[in-house]
């Protein structure tokens, strides 16, 4: 059975930082595109950013130089390091597996085969 889950949420103050991590089981994690969305109360779930199987990484250019995604294949587990928060960084935040490469297409949440329940953070200023 394959699962996702997500921890490492909470509510922190503008400037602060968290990291997320996305625990996997049940499919070869190193395979896949991971992708980390958010959604915030009233918005579209949006892409954060994606690691493909080679190590290659994009972001929106919300987040860009702000958070950093990265992986461990070993442990199976995705993580989303968030510096520098801000108020609109809050949401609920979703780890996403992702069957093959996504390139430019990595923001289109229904390419996506597996999704967690998500992790909530707070940012307040």
């Known amino acids: 059975q394959v699962q996702l889950a997500e921890s490492g949420g909470g509510s922190v103050q503008a400037g602060g930082s968290l990291r997320l991590s996305c625990a996997a089981s049940?499919?070869?994690?190193?395979?896949?595109?991971m992708t980390w969305f958010r959604q915030a109360p009233g918005k579209e779930r949006e892409g954060v950013a994606v690691i493909e199987s080679d190590g290659s990484t994009s972001y929106a250019d919300s987040v860009k130089g702000r958070f950093t995604i990265s992986k461990d294949d070993a442990k199976n587990t995705l993580f989303l390091q968030m510096n520098s928060l801000k108020p609109e960084d809050t949401a609920r935040y979703y780890c996403?597996?992702?069957?093959?490469?996504?390139?430019?297409?990595?923001?289109?949440?229904?390419?996506?085969?597996?999704w967690g329940q998500g992790t909530q953070v707070t940012v307040s200023s």
């Open positions: 996403a597996a992702g069957l093959y490469r996504m390139r430019s297409h990595w923001r289109d949440d229904w390419r996506y085969t597996y």
């Open positions: 049940g499919f070869t994690y190193g395979t896949y595109s």
